[in-house]
């Protein structure tokens, strides 16, 4: 597989355990893409509309896909959810709540301010994949577009 033709992810999680579990679990499964890491809401949305250090759209791409954790400090997952979902240009990017609880009330207010899915952390590579590939996203995070 080509990398340079592999959208990047957007990880906004503040438990560094989550962190590992998560990046460990995606990449044991074979997944490739550039998996950036945020560790507050106030990074992800600054990441998202490139603010700050994440000015740069190098550095920075914009996001294929967000996995977003429901509780953060600073900003809260559903707070961001909300933001980058009323705005036109972002809008369109899929966004997975990661949540520990599957708590059903979380569930519903992240799908009313357009989640597009769910997964109960800790994140398990097949779970992701399987979430992924409903998203109609697959070929574009994990297969050689150039192929």
Known sequence: MDIKHLETILLVEDNEDHIEHTMDALQEGGLVNQI?????????????????????????????????????????????????????????????????TGNPEDIEKGAKLGANDYIVKPVEFETFMQKVKGLGKYWALISDLAG
Request: hydrophobic share 40%.
């Open 36 to 100: 950036k890491v945020v560790r507050d809401g106030k990074s992800g949305l600054d990441y998202v509309f490139r603010r700050n250090e994440f000015k740069d759209p190098a550095s920075s791409p914009r996001p294929g896909l967000i996995l977003l954790d429901v509780k953060l400090p600073k900003i809260s997952g559903f707070e961001i959810l909300q933001m980058i979902k009323s705005d036109p240009d972002l809008k369109v990017i899929p966004i997975i709540l990661l949540t520990t």
